[in-house]
């Protein structure tokens, strides 16, 4: 399975300058507070947030902010947040779909657009790209000292994986996007002694596309503008 390591994108984030974190609490602390809106504040019971806190936990937020905003979300909070999802196209044909988090969709939609328009995309309508994904479950496992692939592999396939992409740091084990299955592929790991990084439903591109290297600076610098704004949650795309 071609693609791109997800596991050097989480530990990019680990180390952003303080600055930089900041605007990623604020993501997380959004994707906590509306996760404990859709589903309560128990997190074995909520999928959503189970998911938002292990983010929060990559990005080394301190429990007592985690425990805080689901505590504040549960009695008081009167905040609005909608999930958004832009789709369009990026440089070179590369497709791109952007969940966003937002109590006002039109400042949303217009700093979406623009970032799309100042690098040589277009923002499309909605389904215009998605096709083009499926959703997968998705467990990282990094590989530590003593991590043994033959074992990795024969524990993922005892456990429903369907299929998996080695790394230099990493392996990527991919399931149905059916979050029972996703959960058991990571209790199996973690009882293992092995160090599970990620594990989520995500959207897997079908198909990759490859880009020349001008064209990778200007696509990374209308992804960092993306990610640079308080709105957008995630950005995926096929880029290769």
């Not at 040589?120 to 998705?138: A, H």
């Amino acid at each position: 399975m071609s693609g791109h390591n997800k596991w050097s994108k989480i530990k990019n984030s680990k180390g952003k300058a303080d600055s930089e974190r900041s605007n990623m609490f604020t993501k997380l602390s959004r994707e906590i507070l509306v996760a404990v809106k859709e589903g309560g504040p128990e997190v074995e019971s909520n999928y959503r947030l189970k998911t938002a806190i292990a983010k929060a936990r990559e990005c080394n937020m301190p429990n007592d902010k985690i425990n805080s905003i689901i505590k504040k979300t549960s009695s008081s909070d009167t905040s609005n947040f909608e999930r958004q999802t832009y789709e369009g196209y990026g440089i070179g044909g590369v497709a791109v779909i952007v969940e966003c988090l937002t109590d006002n969709k039109n400042r949303t939609a217009s700093d979406v657009r623009y970032a799309f328009d100042k690098f040589g995309g277009s923002l499309g309508s909605t389904g215009c790209v998605s096709y083009m994904f499926k959703k997968k479950g998705l467990i990282i496992v990094e590989k530590t000292k003593d991590f043994d692939i033959d074992v990795a592999i024969g524990l993922a396939l005892e456990h429903n994986a369907d299929d998996f992409k080695e790394y230099d740091d990493s392996l990527e084990i991919y399931s149905s996007p059916d979050e029972k299955i996703v959960e058991e592929l990571e209790k199996a790991f973690t009882n293992a002694n092995f160090n599970v990084v990620s594990a989520e439903v995500e959207l897997i591109p079908s198909n990759y596309i490859t880009l020349d290297e001008k064209q990778n600076e200007t696509f990374e610098k209308m992804i960092s503008k993306l990610e640079d704004l308080d709105d957008v949650q995630e950005v995926i795309h096929n880029r290769e």
